[in-house]
């Protein structure tokens, strides 16, 4: 029985140690080569890729143990809980259990782009047109579904 | 009231980053940009469970020309757009909302 506690303790020992891998790896978005890119130099120019950059994970584990039963031993039977001469009781765990999981993403999106050239150092915006469409979308249309539905209410 | 705050400090960290220099000429570029974590839970152990949200973006570029320094701010065009698509939606619902009370009080 010990023997299958400890292998359950050793598996959530890995959990940990696999989670807090992850949680590293997610934080790496915190660092500035994930924000800036590599230089690129071209002649006199040279331009420096800007993004933002998001992460986000989250992750649960749990372990368990059956509800403890009384495993007598003993000749003669006794009554449960008690300990008594000629046969005894102990405590005993029915089996246990583990486990865990998780998940994450990550997103990245060019927000400008740094140009260092003869006449000084420009910052080039970068338009995320395929965004602006659907915050379009999404504004207006529930912008005129709120408006029909007060335009009919009248 | 103080442990409060330091509970959000340990669950909300803000950093600046400074990103590797560009050197041309007399002219030297440093990209910096700003970074946000969130931790909740997290606790190393047997169970429970935890979260980590991280946010990173370009803030601005520091230009140093013979020992002057200057900052260029990086603007987020995008985000920007979207506050101003937003801000016009709620103001389109916003005038149908008062032409309707107008002509409701009118009948």
């Given at each position: 029985m010990s023997e299958g506690v400890n292998d359950l303790l050793e598996s959530v020992r890995?959990?940990?140690?696999?989670?807090?891998?992850?949680?590293?790896?997610?934080?790496?978005?915190?660092?500035c080569?994930?924000?800036?890119?590599?230089?690129?130099s071209s002649g006199d120019y040279t331009v420096i890729p800007a993004a933002e950059v998001a992460a986000g994970g989250g992750f649960g584990s749990g372990m368990g143990f059956g509800s403890p039963r009384m495993r007598r031993s003993g000749s003669s039977p006794a009554p449960s809980g008690s300990t008594e001469a000629g046969g005894s009781t102990e405590a005993a765990?029915?089996?246990?259990?583990?486990?865990?999981?998780?998940?994450?993403?990550?997103?990245?999106?060019?927000?400008?782009?740094i140009v260092v050239g003869p006449e000084g150092v420009e910052v080039k915006p970068v338009l995320d047109?395929?965004?602006l469409s659907i915050t379009a979308l999404g504004a207006f249309a529930a912008a005129a579904a709120l408006s029909i539905k007060m335009w009919a209410k009248r | 009231m103080r442990s409060v705050r330091d509970g959000i400090?340990?669950?909300v960290e803000l950093q600046t980053l400074r990103g590797p220099e560009v050197i041309r000429g007399s002219l030297t570029?440093?990209?910096?940009?700003?970074?946000?974590?969130?931790?909740?839970?997290?606790?190393?152990?047997?169970?429970?469970g935890g979260a980590?949200?991280?946010?990173s973006w370009p803030s601005a570029v520091l230009v140093s020309v013979d020992g002057r320094t200057s900052r260029v701010r990086v603007v987020n065009a995008t985000r920007w757009a979207q506050i101003a698509i937003m801000f016009a939606a709620l103001l389109w619902i916003y005038e149908v909302w008062s032409r309707t009370r107008e002509r409701k009080e009118r009948s």
């Open positions: 890995k959990d940990s140690e696999a989670r807090s891998q992850t949680l590293q790896r997610l934080l790496s978005a915190a660092d080569s994930a924000v800036f890119g590599q230089p690129v765990v029915e089996g246990a259990g583990g486990g865990g999981g998780g998940g994450g993403g990550a997103m990245g999106r060019p927000v400008a782009v047109v395929t965004k | 400090e340990r669950m570029v440093t990209p910096v940009a700003r970074s946000v974590t969130v931790r909740v839970g997290g606790n190393r152990g047997v169970g429970g980590v949200i991280v946010r």
